[in-house]
């Protein structure tokens, strides 16, 4: 389904999907035998895919279908508690952070960013600026505003962990600062493991400042593991080179701890199996979880029409990973937060056991 995609008979079931934004947009989450998983609904050739979801019945439960042949039932978290709130001035909890899963709270703490109101410099597959342009988000999430809901979201809903990601606002810190900040001000409101997500800070002095804020563990997302494909696909992100990446991952993880940094790579982009396999490799040994997940296409971003990887390319990669990792004592159920640690826009984990 995360290749395919997939039809609804009510896409208002259960929590609304996102379009546009950052992070799994265009997606649904969907439960299925008791793990939620983020299935694209709006792009990726889902209107053709043969998967198909009926209407939820009494009880909430759908039936998920290949063609007229029945699968499994399926279900669609609710929508949030939390989304009904707003803040003293008038905005609504769900501008400053959404549901991600299941129990998942995620944020853009700024939703712009230095490359992307350039072609020629912003990553092709981002659409960060899409939900700020459609009036779904705010630019900025203040750190008050961001305790606020998160500790809404923990009482009224249940919410296990945070995702902090942000648009790169600068070249020096690219965003170490605002997420400090943030987190900081979440774990003096609420006890909730964070997760933070930006580019390779230039001075490495900023990771221990973010674990002393509150944050857990640690995302840097290298999107795409070889040189031609990142400087084809984010132009401007490639000027932080390889080396670069492998060198935070380091500092990184002498802060954090082995599994608790880890990194995005975007299967479908170009890179070969054999490329994400050996770079998964390099990635193991620092320490560093690589969190391999299918592309998806996103409205409005120059690979809107830029097929997803085969099923069969995704098992290809991800079968041999998941037993890399293992073998590599890092597994996503000890991360402490974030996308590893959900494991929604992938089927990794399923490989772990």
């Known amino acids: 389904m995360q290749s395919r995609g997939l039809r609804l008979a009510d896409p208002d079931a259960g929590a609304p999907a996102r379009r546009g934004g950052a992070g799994p947009t265009d997606h649904k989450a969907v439960t299925v035998d008791g793990r939620t998983v983020m299935v694209p609904v709006h792009t990726g050739g889902a209107g053709e895919s043969p998967f198909f979801a009926t209407a939820p019945d009494a009880s909430g439960t759908s039936r998920l279908q290949r063609g007229s042949i029945p699968i499994a039932n399926i279900s669609f978290p609710k929508t949030p508690r939390f ?16 549901l991600h899963g299941s129990d998942v709270l995620a944020t853009t703490v700024f939703q712009t960013c230095v490359r992307y109101g350039n072609r020629r410099t912003a990553c092709q597959f981002c659409a960060i600026g899409e939900s700020l342009a459609g009036g779904r988000t705010i630019n900025r999430k203040t750190p008050e505003q961001l305790a606020e809901v998160a500790r809404a979201a923990v009482l009224l809903d249940g919410v296990k962990h945070m995702v902090m990601t942000t648009g790169t606002p600068n070249f020096k810190d690219r965003g ?3 997420l400090t900040e943030s987190a900081f001000a979440v774990r003096a409101a609420v006890d909730i493991p964070i997760q933070a997500q930006c580019e390779p800070p230039d001075d490495h002095a900023w990771f221990a400042r973010m674990k002393a804020a509150g944050v857990d563990s640690l995302g840097m997302h290298l999107e795409a593991v070889t040189p031609t494909v990142r400087e084809r696909i984010m132009p401007g992100k490639a000027s932080v080179t390889l ?11 002498g802060v954090f701890g082995r599994g608790q940094v880890s990194t995005y790579i975007l299967a479908g982009l170009g890179d070969t199996r054999e490329a994400i396999l050996a770079m998964s490799e390099q ?8 969190f391999v997940v299918p592309f998806v296409p996103v409205s409005g971003t120059p690979l809107a029409e830029h097929p997803s990887p085969e099923p069969a390319f995704m098992r290809s990669v991800l079968e041999p990973l998941g037993e890399m990792l293992v ?7 000890d991360i402490k937060a974030g996308c590893g640690r959900c494991g929604a826009c992938s089927s990794l984990s399923a490989y772990e056991d």
């Not at 989304?83 to 959404?98: S, V």
């Not at 080396?243 to 993880?253: C, E, G, H, K, L």
């Not at 990635?283 to 690589?290: D, F, H, K, R």
């Not at 073998?327 to 159920?333: E, F, V």
């Open 83 to 98: 989304y009904a709130l707003q803040t003293f001035d008038g905005i609504p909890y769900w501008k400053i952070a959404q």
């Open 176 to 178: 170490a600062a605002l």
């Open 243 to 253: 080396p670069q990446y492998m060198d935070a991952f380091r500092s990184a993880v």
């Open 283 to 290: 990635l193991i040994a620092i320490g560093v979880y690589p």
């Open 327 to 333: 073998a590599g004592g890092l597994r996503s159920r």
